[in-house]
């Protein structure tokens, strides 16, 4: 359904954001793993029309997102990192214009698909207050809400969980995997467990490249019987460095851990563990692109 080819993006500044992107999602959640300053962020941008690659493709069911970005826009629900509120305007005022905006035309139908959007992000109740005095986590559920009008195909959503407390945090899942049934829907985060416990597929980004995608089951289990931890003071962790692919280090109840990659047991100490999808997501970061096993 989202067929991305050969993107590329380097900013005026020089910074090569996007390095020869390709991927192509299905309906479903995608989940998109990487470290600060990846390039997910960029990629989004760039599939929400709101910056220009400097070549390549992006074609959503059959809409040339380069060409046709107006088209798009009307099928897209997009939550993005840093959103920003009209301070004086009340939630159900703003979404209102927002869905009159997005062509509900009709007053009646308007208010009600408003007030059931506002139950789903738990603010109805909240609805009368000014923007600009939601906590952030309101601020954040009302980012939900508008990326949610309109019955959006593609959704796009940039880290949305930071700043919700465990239960909103579980509500939005909810209503995440609620819209991934119809809908493709890109979830950029840095929370690995969410990736394994919502998306059917997701990618690793590095550098601006895609360095895999698949399934997050699939891809945790290539490094099945290969992760080995140990309990180490923190001092021998640069000679560890040498020696072996380190994973992760890590405290547990005030204690130093690291985690290794390796073929076969290391000895020394160190004990098979079960490996996770966040061993996974550190292989790919710390191994280069060429060397990535899945
Ligand atoms: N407008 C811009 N002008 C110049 N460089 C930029 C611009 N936006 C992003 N960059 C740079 O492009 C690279 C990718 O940034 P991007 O925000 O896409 O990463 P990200 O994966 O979303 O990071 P994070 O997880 O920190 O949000 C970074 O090196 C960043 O500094």
Redesign the pocket.
């Known amino acids: 359904m989202l067929s991305i080819q050969s993107l590329n993006k380097t900013?005026?500044?020089g910074?090569?954001?996007?390095n020869n992107v390709t991927l192509t999602l299905e309906k479903g959640m995608f989940g998109l793993l990487?470290?600060?300053?990846?390039?997910?962020?960029?990629?989004?941008?760039t599939i929400a029309t709101l910056?220009q690659a400097d070549s390549g493709s992006i074609i959503f069911d059959g809409i040339d997102v380069f060409k046709q970005p107006e088209e798009l826009r009307k099928i897209l629900g997009y939550l993005p990192?840093d959103f920003g509120v009209y301070p004086k305007v009340s939630a159900e005022m703003m979404l209102n214009h927002i869905a009159k905006v997005k062509g509900i035309t009709n007053k009646q139908e308007r208010k009600g698909y408003v007030a059931d959007l506002l139950q789903k992000v738990n603010l109805y109740k909240f609805r009368n207050r000014n923007l600009g005095d939601y906590s952030g986590g309101m601020r954040q559920r009302f980012g939900i809400a508008q990326a949610l009008l309109g019955n959006p195909k593609l959704i796009i959503v940039?880290?949305p969980t930071a700043g919700l407390d465990p239960l909103e945090r579980n509500r939005f899942h909810n209503l995440l995997s609620e819209l991934g049934e119809n809908a493709v829907v890109i979830l950029?985060t840095?929370i690995v467990d969410d990736v394994i416990n919502l998306c059917q597929n997701m990618a690793v980004?590095n550098e601006?490249k895609i360095l895999v995608q698949g399934n997050p089951q699939e891809l945790s289990n290539t490094l099945n019987g290969k992760v080995y931890k140990k309990q180490i003071e923190k001092s021998e962790l640069e000679n560890l460095q040498s020696e072996y692919i380190i994973l992760s280090n890590y405290l547990r109840g005030g204690q130093f851990y690291v985690n290794i990659y390796s073929e076969t047991d290391p000895g020394e100490g160190f004990e098979k563990v079960s490996n996770t999808l966040e061993d996974f997501y550190f292989y790919c970061i710390n191994k280069k692109e060429e060397e990535v096993i899945a």
């Open positions: 900013y005026p500044n910074t090569q954001a996007l990487g470290p600060n300053g990846a390039g997910k962020s960029s990629l989004m941008r910056q990192q940039d880290e950029s840095h980004f601006g």
